[in-house]
């Protein structure tokens, strides 16, 4: 049994989507949240700026003494997992194996669609991954830039015009291709879920990143003996690096409860 919180991270709103999943699966444990939203988007910077800001959340979460790290974040995972794993006597959890993992298990045609910030796409990680785990998987992958701004943005319903037509065009190529599972390798995709869905059609399964690594966390901390076993509801704790009132009102529609109150706004370039 080990009481001490998870510690999130991501660059805006993305890394909700594990938080989701993270509490739906393990109430009693305790999460503090970071998303970088004074730096959003990472995924078009350089390797050098994103093993600093994510050395930089990493130092900041770690202030909390938490038992476990996960990078809620593709463009992280797939960019500086390994630097954090080397630095760090914690666990540290990507979503690039979790999700592999998954896709390569649904898949059934063998051609897998893989959607990213540039940084994940150029990374090769998923595609490395996929060919690990199931050699011979035909991967179609395709960078779409727009898509966090219009999320952080609150972009990303149906109906909404821009979401749909930018989504489109992104995925169609994918959808040409005839893949029947496509991964959300960005964890800011899921909130564009019924987007993607509508447009892609029902044969295609969807692989939220941050979904799947929520669950893999679950399994690993059980594995080790560091779930928090005790009755009740754990505590939740979001900070962000710009206005938190933004961040809160984005927040509590996806996660489905009222986060006004319990987001701090705070200084990341003080940790190092
Ligand atoms: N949600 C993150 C990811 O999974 C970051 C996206 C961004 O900031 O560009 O890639």
Same mark, same amino acid.
């Given at each position: ?36 939203? !004074? ?24 202030? +909390? ?27 540290? +959890? ?15 045609? !063998? ?149 006004? !109150? !319990? ?10």
């Amino acid at each position: 049994m080990d009481t001490r919180p998870i510690g999130v991270f991501d660059s805006g709103l993305g890394g909700l989507t594990a938080v989701r999943e993270l509490a739906r699966i393990m109430p009693e444990e305790d999460l503090v949240y970071f998303g970088d939203t !004074g730096r959003v988007p990472y995924g078009g910077r350089s390797r050098e700026i994103l093993v600093k800001y994510a050395r930089q959340d990493t130092a900041f979460l770690r202030s +909390f003494h938490p038992k476990a790290i996960v990078i809620a974040c593709g463009t992280v995972s797939t960019t500086a997992l390994d630097v954090l794993r080397a630095e760090n006597d914690i666990p540290i +959890f990507g979503v690039v194996g979790p999700a592999a993992r998954a896709a390569a298990h649904v898949t059934r045609n !063998g051609r897998v669609g893989l959607i990213g910030t540039k940084a994940s796409i150029r990374s090769g990680a998923y595609e490395r991954t996929l060919a690990k785990l199931r050699p011979g998987l035909e991967v179609t992958a395709r960078a779409c830039p727009l898509l966090v701004p219009l999320v952080e943005s609150g972009r990303f319903r149906p109906g909404d015009i821009v979401a749909e037509t930018v989504a489109g065009e992104y995925l169609a190529p994918l959808r040409e291709r005839g893949v029947d599972t496509l991964i959300l390798g960005c964890t800011h995709y899921p909130l564009m879920k019924a987007v993607i869905g509508a447009y892609m059609g029902p044969d295609v399964s969807l692989v939220d990143v941050g979904e799947q690594c929520a669950r893999w966390v679950k399994r690993q901390l059980e594995l080790d003996g560091l779930r928090n076993q005790r009755p009740g509801a754990g505590r939740r704790r979001y900070f962000v690096s710009d206005s938190a009132e933004d961040f809160s009102d984005l927040a509590s529609l996806f996660l489905g409860e009222d986060v006004h !109150g !319990g987001v701090e706004q705070i200084d990341i370039t003080a940790y190092e």
